[in-house]
C-alpha cells in the first residue's frame, strides 16, 4: 500500500519504518528540513532500540523516503497518518493548532479518494471537528479515522510491531478494510484489531493513558503514607501485585511520571471532561499527586543538607524513563531546577538525554557521559532514571568518589538492606531511610 507519515517523531518515524518493513511504500513527510536530511542519510534523529537498522534497511530498499514536500507525500498516498505533536496549551489542554493547519494543506493537495489516519493523541471530537475543516477544502472523499498509538518510548519499535490490540475508530468500510489489511501482518499472533466509533477510539487513548498515570500516582500516593508510618512499600506492592485484578505493572513508586503523554493527556482529558460540564476530580487529583511527588527528591535534599548554596550534586538518569532519549516533562527537570534554586551546583549524567538537556540548562550546570566522572566531591548522588546500567554500580567507586556516602534515589534502584551494608545514608521513596553510622 502508499502511505504517508505526517510528523517524523517518535511516533511517526517508528510508525513509517514499519509499515515500510512489512512491504508498504511509505513517504515520511516533515517541516523540519534538517530532520528530513539527516533521516534521508540513515541517520536516526531519536534514540530508540531497533530502529536505526529499521530505518536504514528500508531506506536502502526504497519503500521508505523522507519529503518536505507536501505535494508529493499526499499525491502518492492512499492512507495519510497524522503523527504531528499536540502539546498542552498554558491551560493544559491539547494544542491542535499544527494538526487543523496541517489537515486543511493535505486537504488542499488531495487528488482521489484518501484515508487520513489521526495517529497523534487528539481529544474526543477532533475527528468530527477535522472533517468539517476540510470539507470544503476538497472535492475528494476523505475518510477521517481515529487510530490512537500505544507504543511505548524505549521499546516503540517492539510494541508497534506486535501490539496488544490495534484500535481503530470509523464508519467507513472502505477505510477499515484498507487499515486492517495495513495492520494485518503485525497481528499474527491473533491480538485483535478492534473497530469503533471514531469519537470511542480517540476516548480509549485519553482514558488508557489516564488510568496507566493514576496507577501511578496511586501508588506514589501510598509509598508516601507507608513513609510515614514506617512501612516498606515494596513489601505493600508485592503483596498487592499478586492479586490477579491488580497485578504489579505501572506500580511503581517513584519520582514521579514524566514523557510527553502521561502529563499532557490526563490534564487534556480533565480540560474534555470539564467542557462537557463533568468535573474530572479524579484526573487533577493524579496530575497534582504526580507533581507534588516530582518536589519530593528536592523537598528530602533541603530538609537532609539545609541550605544548599555551595553544595554539589552528581545526577544520574535525566531522560523521563530508560532506554529513550526523551526528556520532556521528566522530573529530573524539576529536580536540577530546584537544586540550582538553592545555590547548588550540578553534575548531570544520562546514556542517552544530554544532548537535550544542554538545550535546558546550557552552561548552567555540567555534563558527563560517565557516570562517574559526574561523582567526585559531590555531597550526594540523585536517581532520577532507572536505566539498567545503574542498577549493579560500583558502591565502593561511589563511596570513594563522593564527599559523604549519601544517595537520593528517585526510583528505588537499590535495597535498603543493601544500602546499610554498604554503609550508606540511603533516601527512597515509600522505604525507611537508611543513616549511615
Ligand atoms: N511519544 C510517544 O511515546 C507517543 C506515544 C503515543 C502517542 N503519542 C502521540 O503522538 C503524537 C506525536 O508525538 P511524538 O512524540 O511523535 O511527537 P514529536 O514531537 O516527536 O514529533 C512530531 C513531528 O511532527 C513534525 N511536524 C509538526 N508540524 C508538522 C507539519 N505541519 N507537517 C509535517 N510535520 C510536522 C515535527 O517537526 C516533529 O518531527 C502526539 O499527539 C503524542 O501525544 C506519542
Redesign the pocket.
Known amino acids: 500500500m502508499k502511505v504517508t507519515i505526517?510528523?517524523?517523531?517518535?511516533?511517526?518515524l517508528v510508525t513509517g519504518v514499519c509499515l515500510a518493513d512489512t512491504g508498504n511504500h511509505v513517504i515520511g513527510?516533515?517541516?523540519?528540513a534538517d530532520?528530513v536530511a539527516r533521516l534521508s542519510r540513515g541517520e536516526c534523529t531519536i534514540f530508540e532500540p531497533g530502529l536505526t537498522d529499521l530505518l536504514q534497511s528500508n531506506l536502502a530498499a526504497g519503500r521508505f523516503r523522507l519529503t518536505t514536500n507536501l505535494k508529493e507525500a499526499v499525491e502518492h498516498a492512499d492512507v495519510i497518518f497524522i503523527?504531528?505533536?499536540?502539546p498542552p496549551k498554558a491551560d493544559g489542554s491539547a494544542d491542535l493548532s499544527?494538526i487543523e493547519?496541517?489537515v486543511v494543506d493535505i486537504a488542499k493537495a488531495v487528488n482521489k479518494h484518501t484515508v487520513l489516519v489521526m495517529?497523534?493523541?487528539?481529544p474526543v471530537g477532533t475527528g468530527a471537528r477535522v472533517e468539517q475543516l476540510i470539507a470544503s477544502h476538497t472535492k475528494h472523499p476523505i475518510d477521517v479515522v481515529s487510530n490512537p498509538?500505544?507504543?511505548?518510548?524505549g521499546s516503540?519499535v517492539d510494541d508497534f510491531l506486535r501490539p496488544d490490540r490495534v484500535v481503530i475508530g470509523t464508519d467507513s468500510e472502505y477505510a477499515a478494510t484498507l487499515m486492517k489489511e495495513l495492520y494485518a501482518p503485525f497481528v499474527r499472533n491473533n491480538h485483535p484489531i478492534i473497530v469503533v466509533k471514531r469519537a470511542a477510539s480517540e476516548m480509549v487513548k485519553y482514558a488508557a493513558n489516564c488510568y496507566l498515570a493514576m496507577r501511578i500516582s496511586f501508588i506514589n500516593q501510598v509509598a508516601n503514607l507507608c513513609e510515614k508510618l514506617g512501612i516498606d512499600v515494596d513489601e505493600v506492592r508485592t503483596g498487592m501485585g499478586y492479586d490477579a485484578r491488580i497485578g504489579s505493572h505501572f506500580m511503581y513508586p517513584g519520582a514521579g511520571y514524566g514523557?510527553?503523554?502521561f502529563p499532557?493527556d490526563v490534564q487534556a482529558l480533565w480540560h474534555v471532561a470539564k467542557a462537557a460540564g463533568i468535573e474530572a476530580d479524579l484526573l487533577r487529583a493524579v496530575h497534582e499527586v504526580n507533581e507534588q511527588q516530582k518536589g519530593l527528591l528536592v523537598d528530602r535534599i533541603r530538609s537532609h543538607f539545609g541550605d544548599l548554596k555551595g553544595r554539589a550534586f552528581a545526577i544520574w538518569g535525566i531522560a523521563f524513563k530508560p532506554k529513550t532519549d526523551d526528556i520532556r516533562e521528566a522530573p529530573s527537570l524539576r529536580i536540577i531546577e530546584g537544586l540550582l534554586a538553592g545555590g547548588a551546583t550540578v553534575r548531570a549524567c544520562d546514556p542517552k538525554g544530554l544532548d537535550h538537556l544542554k538545550k535546558e540548562f546550557g552552561d548552567k550546570i555540567q555534563y558527563c557521559t560517565d557516570a562517574y566522572a559526574a561523582l567526585p566531591g559531590a555531597d550526594a548522588l540523585v536517581i532520577c532514571t532507572e536505566w539498567n546500567e545503574y542498577r549493579s554500580a560500583d558502591f565502593d567507586r561511589i563511596k570513594a568518589a563522593l564527599k559523604q556516602p549519601i544517595i537520593f534515589d528517585g526510583r528505588n534502584l537499590y535495597s535498603v538492606d543493601q544500602m546499610k551494608r554498604r554503609g550508606f545514608t540511603y533516601y527512597s521513596i515509600g522505604r525507611p531511610p537508611v543513616k549511615a553510622s
Open positions: 505526517v510528523g517524523t517523531g517518535y511516533v511517526g513527510l516533515d517541516v523540519d530532520k503523527a504531528i505533536g499536540t499544527m493547519r496541517a495517529k497523534s493523541t487528539v498509538e500505544f507504543l511505548k518510548e516503540a514523557g510527553s503523554c499532557k
